[in-house]
Every structure is written in structure tokens, then in C-alpha cells.
């Protein structure tokens, strides 16, 4: 019997690779075979699940402060984590941003480092940023835009936010007050009117545009496709022929909710597995919104209980996972 391990990471608690590792682990104990596939949504984690940087560039961060970026590189095909440049973690979460000057300049600027490289496909990673400036700051570092020629340029969003709803939905988790909100919207209409007559391009319609506060939506307008971060990643790693071959499929986060199955891992799972009619149990540290209604789950805090679920989260997922199998090869 075979099952894949293709799990997100526990934000806070453990990576995806770790939680793949311990999903693995909890297989062979229950005598199965076991591929590991950490996934990302195309937000924070994404770049390392893709196979961790190989370089490193000097870059302005979200508040202008010079930020040494991890980005990677291998045959032509770059991959950047905007997180890595303009990502909130960088200036101490909300408490420590501006939200209203926190810029995308740096991404730009890994973005054009990479066309200095060689690069003819570059995939940009977004989740995590700082930053709700429409993507303004990325295409001045990018300009002139005729060096974009002939380069593909692939936007993974990890949410469906359009372009004007940008603010009103993650400006407040970026440190901004009410009033900054509105502002910052309205800065989002005068700058996609401003990509439609300069690009031609209406950023407003794009679902997705809106992800890293508008970032994607200024990339398309100088010609960038959005995909499902979920999507690139899946396609990256080959998943759908692993799970076509597969007896089960383990899949997880740390929070499973109704919010799981729109654009990311949990779902995208789920929906993969179920076209190829292939079982999914999805670990997760807790389960919301009734989900165990439409998809077989296990909850560590459940199971283990909160206080050692948070403390050994891996061993409760082997443990789990060990007696989950045990049980279901005995059926």
C-alpha cells in the first residue's frame, strides 16, 4: 500500500517538508510506502518547497531598509518569494510597518536581477507581503519593460482578491487603521486607472489581482499571467501522477476551514484526488466550519490535546497517521 504525503506547513509550528517527513514516518510504522511532496499555495514557504535559494540579492525592503533576499535560479527558470523582499515578516509584522508607504520595490528589484541572470521564466511567489501599494513600487524598479520581452513571467497568487478589494481585506492585517484603509483604496482606483491607460490592461477584473496587496495585479499589467499558486506548485512536483498512483493521499495544515478549499492546499488536494478517485485524510492542528462533513480529517488538538499538540505537533501527526493506516489496512 502507498500513500503520498502532500501537506502545506503548520504556520508557526512546522514546514511543509517536516510535516511530510513525520506523515512518512507515521506510514512505515503502519507498514506502508511512503512519497513525500511538501506543497505550498503560493505564499510564504512556496520558494522552499520549490527547492530553496541558490542566490542572493541586496534589495530595498518594504520600509526602504537595504534586505539580502534569497531568491533561485536553475536553467533559466527563476523563482522568487516576494515574502523574501517585501513580506511583512521583514519589518516585525504590523506593529513594526507603515502600511501606507511599505513598498514592492524590492521584488521588482529581485525580479530584475533575475532578467540580468538569463532568466526566461520567471515565477513570482506572493503571500506574506507588507505592502498594498498595487504593485506601483515592483514596475518602477522593472521599468524600461522592453527587457520583459520574450521572458515569461508567472504570477502564483494563494487568493482570489481582486485588485480594488486589496485594502478593505488584508490592509488591516498589515497594521492599517480605517482611515488608511480608505485611503489605500482609493489609491488602488487611481492606479488601475492609470495601468488601464498606460498597459491597456483592466487589473480591476483579474481574479486574484488583489493578492500581496495588488502586487499581481500591477504585474499583469505589464503582462504577467496569474495562475493558482496551488496550480504551479502541483504542476511543478508532478502531483497528479503521484496521487494516480497512490493508495491514499495525506494532505494538511494547521487550520482547516471553509477557507481550505479556496486556492489552497487542503482543497487542491482534495479536488485532485477525488477526479482520480483516490482517498485524501487531511491532519490538521484543528478543524473548523464542519469540514469533517465533506472530508475525512484528524485533529491534533483533538486527539492529543491542545497543550502537546502544540508542543509536539510532528509526533501527533506520526502517531496519528500510524493508527489511521494501521486501522485502515485492517478493514
Same mark, same amino acid.
Given at each position: 500500500m502507498r500513500v503520498v504525503a502532500a501537506p502545506d506547513k503548520f504556520k508557526g509550528t512546522a514546514s511543509a517538508a517536516e510535516v511530510a517527513r513525520a506523515v512518512a514516518d507515521g506510514a512505515r510504522a503502519a507498514g506502508w510506502r511512503c512519497t513525500e511532496v511538501p506543497l505550498a499555495d503560493g505564499g510564504e514557504g512556496t520558494l522552499e518547497v520549490l527547492g530553496g535559494a541558490n542566490r542572493t540579492t541586496l534589495v530595498s525592503g518594504p520600509l526602504g531598509d537595504p534586505v539580502r533576499a534569497g531568491w533561485r535560479l536553475v536553467r533559466g527558470r527563476a523563482v522568487i518569494e516576494m515574502a523574501a523582499a517585501s513580506g511583512l515578516d521583514l519589518v516585525g509584522g504590523p506593529d513594526g510597518n507603515d502600511p501606507v508607504t511599505a513598498s514592492t520595490t524590492g521584488t521588482g528589484e529581485l525580479i530584475a536581477a533575475a532578467l540580468d541572470a538569463g532568466a526566461s521564466?520567471?515565477? !513570482?511567489?506572493?503571500? /506574506?507581503?507588507?505592502?498594498?501599494? $498595487?504593485?506601483?513600487?515592483?514596475?518602477?524598479?522593472?521599468?524600461?519593460? #522592453?527587457?520583459?520581452? /520574450?521572458?515569461?513571467? !508567472?504570477?502564483?497568487? &494563494?487568493?482570489?482578491?481582486?485588485?480594488l478589494d486589496a485594502a478593505e481585506v488584508f490592509a488591516p492585517q498589515k497594521g492599517a487603521s480605517p482611515a488608511q484603509v480608505e485611503l489605500l483604496r482609493r489609491r488602488l482606483e487611481?492606479?488601475?486607472? @492609470?495601468?488601464? &491607460?498606460?498597459?491597456?490592461? &483592466?487589473?480591476?477584473?483579474?481574479?486574484?489581482?488583489?493578492?500581496?496587496?495588488?502586487?499581481? $495585479?500591477?504585474?499583469?499589467?505589464?503582462? #504577467?499571467?496569474?495562475?493558482?499558486?496551488?496550480?504551479?506548485?502541483?504542476?511543478? @512536483?508532478?502531483? &497528479?501522477?503521484?496521487?494516480?498512483?497512490?493508495?491514499? =493521499?495525506?494532505?494538511?495544515?494547521?487550520?482547516?476551514?471553509?477557507?481550505?478549499?479556496? $486556492?489552497?492546499? =487542503?482543497?487542491?488536494?482534495?479536488?485532485?484526488? #477525488?477526479?482520480?478517485?483516490?482517498? !485524501?485524510?487531511?491532519v490538521a492542528g484543528e478543524v473548523y466550519d464542519g469540514v469533517e462533513d465533506r472530508l475525512s480529517t484528524v485533529s491534533l488538538v483533538e486527539r492529543c490535546g491542545r497543550e502537546r499538540a502544540l508542543a509536539e505537533p510532528l509526533a501527533c501527526i506520526t502517531e496519528l497517521v500510524a493508527a489511521h493506516l494501521a486501522q485502515a489496512a485492517g478493514r
Open positions: 521564466h520567471i515565477l !513570482v511567489t506572493l503571500g /506574506g507581503s507588507a505592502t498594498t501599494d $498595487g504593485g506601483l513600487g515592483a514596475l518602477r524598479a522593472l521599468s524600461p519593460f #522592453a527587457r520583459m520581452r /520574450g521572458v515569461e513571467l !508567472v504570477v502564483a497568487c &494563494d487568493v482570489t482578491t481582486r485588485f487611481r492606479l488601475a486607472q @492609470v495601468y488601464l &491607460d498606460e498597459h491597456g490592461v &483592466d487589473v480591476t477584473v483579474l481574479d486574484g489581482g488583489g493578492a500581496a496587496g495588488g502586487l499581481a $495585479g500591477g504585474l499583469a499589467a505589464i503582462g #504577467a499571467q496569474l495562475t493558482s499558486g496551488f496550480d504551479a506548485v502541483a504542476d511543478h @512536483v508532478g502531483l &497528479d501522477e503521484l496521487i494516480e498512483d497512490a493508495d491514499l =493521499v495525506v494532505t494538511g495544515e494547521g487550520f482547516v476551514d471553509a477557507q481550505s478549499f479556496d $486556492g489552497k492546499v =487542503v482543497g487542491g488536494v482534495a479536488e485532485m484526488s #477525488a477526479s482520480l478517485g483516490v482517498p !485524501v485524510l487531511a
